[in-house]
C-alpha cells in the first residue's frame, strides 16, 4: 500500500479532479462543509500546524464574504436591518457563507494539489497527451531557471564593474536594458549548443517515447476504483436535483431522499479516502517502528 | 578492430579564405585512449565535430571519415546518435530536462525505447557514476562536476562505442577535473569504450592515454604513442607550455631516455641526477606598508538559516601586490569577492578600501577609478556585435591598453577565444582606471600560452600600480606569478605566505613540480625551480659543470 501523496499521477489528478468539480457545482450547504472539513484536514494532515498567518487570512477571507454578500445583493425575505433603505437579508448572508466556504475548500484542495503535483508529475500527465508537449515544459522549466540565475549575476557584476555612473533612475533603466541585451546574445547562443546537445543524442531521429518513474500499483486500482465510484454516485444525485438547495427567496433544502443521503455519504467517502490512507501509512509505520 | 578512420580529410568554413582542417589523416583502434592537444584556433573542436555528423559545421569537405568501417554519410541516423557519444565543455549549455532522472533517459526516449529498457539502463548507468544520491534533484541544484558526471552519464546510457569529447573539464576545478579523468579511465578500463578527447589540462589526461595527436594551425603535426610524441616536440615552445610539468623539465634539460608524463615518472625522473644542492636562493618579498584591501572578521551568508559561507574571514592585501587566493569549491573564494567589491553586503565585520571604509563610497563611487571585479563568466559582461562596439561602449581607447587588442577589432566577442575574451573584459573594466582588480578564476578554462599571456599583463598592469587579487583553482599558474598566497577553507583563510615557501609547505594542495621534487629539494615549486637545480646537480655519474 502506498500513502496517497506517494500514488500515481493519475489517481492523484482524478482525485483533484471529482472533489473540486463536485464541490464547485453545488451550492450546498453540507456538501461544502464536508469537502471544506476534509480538504482543511488533509492541509494540516500533511503540513501540520504551521503558517497559521495563511489560515488566518483564509478566514478572514470567509467573514469578509459572509458580510459583504448581503451588502451587495438584496435578494431574499428574512430581512434582518434596513441600512441607506436597502434591506440586509439573511438569505443573502447565508448564501456567502455557503459559497465562502466552497471557494475556501477550493482554496485548501488547490494547496495541498500544488505540494503532490510536482513539477515532474505535472509534466508527466502533460507528456500523456503528447511526449513533446511535456519535453518543451520539462526545458522551459529548466530555462527559466537559468535564465533567471544568470540575470541575476548579470546585474551584480555589470554594477561591479562600474558600468553604471551614478544611482538614478535612469541609468537603472539603462542598466535594465543592458542586461537585457547581454541576456539576449547569451540565450542564443546557449540555445545553439543545448539543441546541438540534444541532436548529438538522437532527438528526432523517429518517434519518441516517454519514461517516468511511476508505477501504477494496485493501491492506485483501489484508489481509482473508488474516487470514480464515489465521484459517480455524487454526481447522479447531484444532477437528478436530489441535493438541491434553494437560497431566495427563503432557504430551502430540497426534501430529503435516500437517493440525496447516499449522494452525500458518498462525498464525504470521497473526501476522506486520501486521509485514510494516509492516516493508514501512518499507522503501519508506527507499528513497524514498535516492533523493531 | 579498427574503430575510426579519417583520411586526407579538408574543411573550409563557408566565407573563409583558409582551411579549417588541413589533409588529417589518422586511425584510431577499438579501446583506444587518445587526447588531443593544440593550441586555441588550431582546429580541434572542428575536428571532433567532424567526427559526429549530428553537429558537423557546414562547409566545403573533402576526404573519408569512416565509423567501424562504414562512412560517416552512409551511417543510419540512429546508429550515429547511439554509437558515437559527445560531450561538450559547458555542462550548463548540454545538459537538455530540468530534472536529474529524465536527462538520463532523454537519449533514450528519443530513441522510442520501452519504458522497463529505459528504465533498466537508467537505473544501470545511475549506479555506475554514483548518481543515486542525486537522482530525484533538479539539474539546478547540482555542481559544475556533478552537472559534467549528468552530462556523460547521459551519453553513455545510450552505450556508444566511440566517446568524443571537446574540453570537458574546462569548466572544472582541478580536483573535480581529475575525478572526471579517472572516471573516463575506468570506461575505457572496464569497456574498452574507445575515447577521443581534447584537453588543455595534460596532466591529468596523458597519463592514461595511448595515443597523443598533436594539431597546429589545421594540421595534425604528430601522431602517436605520448612518451615518443612529447621527446620529439623540443623546439615548440607554445606546446611545450602546456605538456605536464614532468614533461616540461625533461624537455627543458634537453635529457636523453623515455619522458617521463605522470608525477611519479618525474620523480624517479630526477632522481637520476646528484642531488645534493637542495635550494635555490629565494628572492626577498618586501610588500608595501599601505593597505589596498583590509577585511576584519568577516562573516556572512546567503540566507538567515544557511551555514556562514564567511565565518571570521580576516584578509590583508598590500598595495602594488599580486595576490592569489586557493582552495576547494564551496569554501567561499568567490563570495570573498563579492563582498570585498560590495556586492553583497557583509553580515558583520570591517571592510576597509584603501584605508576608507567601504559603506563610506557613496553613489557608486567605489565603482570609479577604484574597485573592478571580473566574473568568472565574462561573457556576462559583453553586450555589442562587435569588440570595437564593445570598447567604445565601456568608453575605452584601446591605445592606451597594455595589451593589443587591434587584430580582433571587427569580431565578434563571443567567437573570441577564452584568451580573448579575457582580455577584452579586462579592457572593458580597465577603462574605469582601478586601483584594485579582484579577478574569479582568471584563467580556467584556458591554454597555457593563453594562460601566460594573460599573466604578463596582470604583472604589467601590477608593476603600473594596480592591486591584483585573483580567485583560482589554479595552483601552478598561483606559484609561478603571485607575490603572496593565502588557501581558503570554510570561510576563512588557514593558511598564507609568499608562493616557494607557501607551496613547499603544502603537502596536497600543491604543484606537481612540488610533489614531484620534495624529497629532493626544498623549496622547488615551480617547473624553473626544478630545471634550475638539476641543472646546478647535474646527472649521476658526470662531473658539475658548474
Known sequence: MKSFSSMHPITQAVWFILTALCVMFSMNPIIAVVSFTGAFVLYIFRNGAKGLKTHLWFFAMWIGIVIINPLIS????????????????????????????????????????????????????????????????????????????????????????????????????????????????????????TADSMTARGYGTGKRTQYAVYRFSSADTVMLILSVLFGAVTFTAQISGKMNMEFYPKLSLTEITPHGITGYISYGILVILPIVSEITENIKWKYYLSNI | MEILSVEHLNFRYPKSKTNALNEISFKLEQGDFAVLCGATGSGKSTLLRMLKKEISPLGEKSGEI??????????????????????????????????????????????????ETISCRVAEIACYFGIEKWFDREVAELSGGQKQILSLASVMVMNPKMLILDEPTAQLDPITASDFMNTLYRLNQDFSLTILLSEHRLEDALPHADKLLVMENG????????????????????????????????????????????????????????????????????????????????????????????????????EKEFFCILGGNGSGKTTTLSVAS????????????????????????????????????????????????????????????????????????????????????????????????????????????????????LLKLRDSGVTIVAVTHDVEFASEYADRCAMFFRGKIVSQGEPKQFFSENSFYTTAVSRMTREMYSNAVTVSDAVKLCRINGLKGTENDT
Open chain 1, 74 to 193: 438584496h435578494n431574499g425575505a428574512t430581512v434582518f436591518l434596513v441600512i441607506n433603505k436597502q434591506p440586509i437579508t439573511m438569505e443573502s448572508a447565508v448564501y456567502g457563507a455557503v459559497s465562502g466556504t466552497v471557494i475556501l475548500s477550493v482554496l485548501y484542495l488547490f494547496r495541498t494539489f500544488s505540494q503532490i503535483m510536482t513539477s515532474d508529475r505535472l509534466m508527466y500527465l502533460c507528456g500523456k497527451l503528447s511526449p513533446k508537449l511535456s519535453l518543451v515544459m520539462s526545458m522551459a522549466l529548466r530555462y527559466t531557471a537559468l535564465f533567471t540565475q544568470q540575470t541575476r549575476k548579470v546585474q551584480q557584476y555589470q554594477k561591479a564593474t562600474g558600468l553604471y555612473k551614478e544611482d538614478n533612475i535612469i541609468d537603472t533603466i539603462r542598466g535594465g536594458v543592458r542586461i537585457f541585451s547581454i541576456m539576449l546574445t547569451w540565450a542564443l547562443e546557449h540555445g545553439i549548443t
Open chain 2, 66 to 115: 569512416s565509423f567501424c568501417g562504414i562512412s560517416l554519410e552512409k551511417l543510419a541516423n540512429r546508429q550515429s546518435a547511439t554509437e558515437i557519444g559527445f560531450v561538450m565543455q559547458r555542462p550548463e549549455q548540454q545538459i537538455v530536462t530540468d530534472k536529474v532522472w529524465h536527462e538520463l533517459a532523454f537519449g533514450l526516449e528519443n530513441l522510442g525505447l520501452s519504458h
Open chain 2, 219 to 318: 594540421r595534425l603535426t604528430a601522431d602517436g604513442e605520448p612518451h615518443k610524441v612529447i621527446a620529439e616536440m623540443r623546439d615548440n615552445a607554445e606546446l611545450i607550455c602546456g605538456m605536464p610539468s614532468a614533461s616540461r623539465i625533461y624537455l627543458e634539460l634537453g635529457a636523453k631516455g623515455e619522458c617521463p608524463l605522470s608525477v611519479r615518472e618525474g620523480k624517479r625522473f630526477i632522481q637520476q641526477y646528484k642531488n645534493e644542492i637542495r635550494q635555490t636562493e629565494i628572492k626577498e618579498y618586501t610588500h608595501s606598508k599601505n593597505k589596498a584591501l583590509e577585511m576584519k572578521d568577516v562573516y556572512f551568508r546567503y540566507e538567515r538559516n544557511l551555514p556562514d559561507i564567511l565565518s571570521g574571514l580576516d584578509l590583508t592585501v598590500y
Open chain 2, 342 to 457: 560590495g556586492i553583497k553586503k557583509a553580515l558583520s565585520g570591517k571592510i576597509e578600501i584603501f584605508g576608507k571604509n567601504i559603506r563610506s563610497y557613496k553613489n557608486q563611487s567605489l565603482y570609479r577609478e577604484c574597485v573592478a571585479l571580473l566574473p568568472q563568466d565574462v561573457q556576462m559582461l559583453f553586450l555589442c556585435n562587435t569588440v570595437r562596439e564593445e570598447l567604445e561602449d565601456a568608453q575605452c581607447s584601446a591605445e592606451t591598453l597594455p595589451f593589443d587588442l587591434s587584430a580582433l577589432m571587427e569580431q565578434h566577442p563571443y567567437d573570441l577565444s577564452g584568451g580573448e575574451q579575457q582580455l577584452l573584459a579586462l579592457a572593458k573594466v580597465l577603462a574605469q582606471k582601478p586601483k584594485l582588480l579582484l579577478l574569479d578564476e582568471p584563467v580556467k578554462a584556458l591554454d597555457s600560452a593563453s594562460k601566460r599571456r594573460l599573466a604578463e599583463v
